[in-house]
């Protein structure tokens, strides 16, 4: 192989991955620049260029990748200062999803049920941190940082709230009656009922703890600012949640339909880890201290 | 403009020199990576191609690898601070760049703010 050959396959690597428009034009740039450059050596070194000298050169140059992305730099899928929280979040999700999703799919083999499981995880979170990196750079100032009281409540969030704890109680605690209102009269469709023993057993115990948590957020929506007893009890409340969601997911069936009791279950489990989730972050809030503070003997302190 | 003084990856010629004996050839690498635009618009007041540009940038004690000046120039014309042509004079064809009307008004203040810098430094490491 020849020096210009060599050039050639590096010219045509490197502009391959820029854009069409700019291939011809970078291409001609670069390969009269490196032609030059190649020539420039030879003549230092008192001998002909040949595929060693060419080949030297273009490793000082750069990988073609490299060289590429110096043309044309191109932003980065997910921002590096996301690196951790990209990372946390899907170690602590993948773990969850992998432990969770084998109550959710019983009938699929576990590792299938497990690989989607994770699979399904890591691209959501992948678009989700896309995301908020396209948001910083298109809108900076609808991201910016801003300024904010960790214990000020909206009192319209928190009537919401109620509003929709009222509206799930009644749902799922009376959905005959629900669908008989919203069908004038009509029945509600068998694959939609209840199995008996989770009506009886285990379903009066999810209303019970959103009944709590009716009743603390309009406490909430009162006091207008978070207390501690109102952030444990809230705390306690969402873990709850996410235990008594997690045992209907383990105990028996939920509905006399099996598809259906399928299907809910499947949904079930993503809903259950949200909200412990939602628990584990509520708990930590109340074991971190407003405001971090220099431990004895840390650098700042002994210099 | 100033997120062309920022851009990471780039290696510098004369950096890599001394490198293998220096503890903290990052640092190094950081400081240098900065005065890159400005040194490269320093030489662009009259027309240039890429090769003669890095001979008059090593000429003058600043060497720049070909690898980090030449897809600087692309980008620095792409922000609208260089204009180019090809042309054919004594030799194969060339693609010159020279500052654009945009490019002199940044180079006159990024000089500017440099010699404020340079005096700040100065006064901080006396």
């Known amino acids: 192989m020849d020096a210009q050959t060599v050039i050639d396959s590096y010219v045509r690597d490197v502009t391959n991955r820029l854009p069409r428009r700019d291939r011809a034009d970078v291409g001609a740039e670069l390969r009269a620049l490196l032609t030059e450059e190649l020539a420039g050596r030879a003549e230092a070194a008192g001998r002909p260029a040949d595929e060693a000298m060419a080949t030297e050169m273009l490793a000082g140059f750069g990988a073609p990748a490299e060289t590429a992305a110096r043309y044309r730099p191109s932003p980065a899928l997910i921002d590096p200062t996301d690196t951790r929280p990209f990372l946390t979040a899907a170690i602590v999700g993948g773990v969850a999803f992998a432990a969770v999703a084998p109550l959710a799919q019983p009938h699929a083999p576990p590792k299938d049920a497990v690989s989607v499981a994770v699979l399904s995880w890591l691209g959501l979170l992948l678009l989700v941190f896309a995301a908020r990196a396209w948001a910083r750079r298109h809108w900076p100032r609808l991201v910016a940082w801003k300024p904010r009281d960790p214990d000020r409540v909206s009192r319209f969030g928190s009537v919401a709230l109620v509003a929709v704890i009222v509206l799930g109680i009644v749902a799922y605690g009376a959905p005959a009656w629900v669908w008989s209102e919203f069908s004038h009269g009509g029945r509600l469709p068998a694959w939609l009922a209840y199995a008996p023993d989770f009506q009886a057993l285990r379903l009066p115990w999810l209303l019970a703890v959103w009944g709590a948590q009716g009743l603390l957020y309009a406490w909430l929506a009162v006091v207008g600012r978070w207390r501690p007893l109102i952030r444990w009890t809230d705390a306690v409340l969402a873990l709850g949640v996410a235990l008594v969601l997690v045992w209907f997911l383990a105990a028996g069936p939920m509905f006399t339909s099996a598809a259906v009791d399928h299907t809910v279950k499947a949904w079930m489990a993503v809903i259950s880890l949200g909200v412990l989730a939602d628990a584990v972050v509520k708990a930590s809030r109340l074991t971190r201290p407003s405001a971090p503070k220099p431990r004895p003997g840390s650098s700042a302190l002994a210099a | ?126």
């Open chain 2, 1 to 126: 403009m100033y997120s062309v003084l920022h851009i990471t990856g780039w290696r510098m010629a004369s950096v890599h020199r001394h490198i293998e004996d220096r503890p903290s050839p990052k640092l190094e690498l950081e400081l240098r990576r900065g005065v890159l635009v400005i040194a490269t618009l320093s030489q662009l007041a009259a027309p240039q191609y890429g090769y003669s540009l890095r001979q008059a940038l090593a000429a003058k004690g600043m060497p720049i690898e070909e690898g980090t000046l030449y897809p600087l120039l692309r980008r620095l014309e792409g922000q609208g601070l260089l204009e180019s042509v090809w042309r054919i004079e004594d030799g194969p064809p060339r693609r010159y760049y020279w500052l654009s009307e945009a490019g002199r008004a940044a180079f006159a203040r990024l000089a500017g703010e440099w010699r404020d810098l340079v005096a700040t430094m100065d006064g901080l490491l006396e």
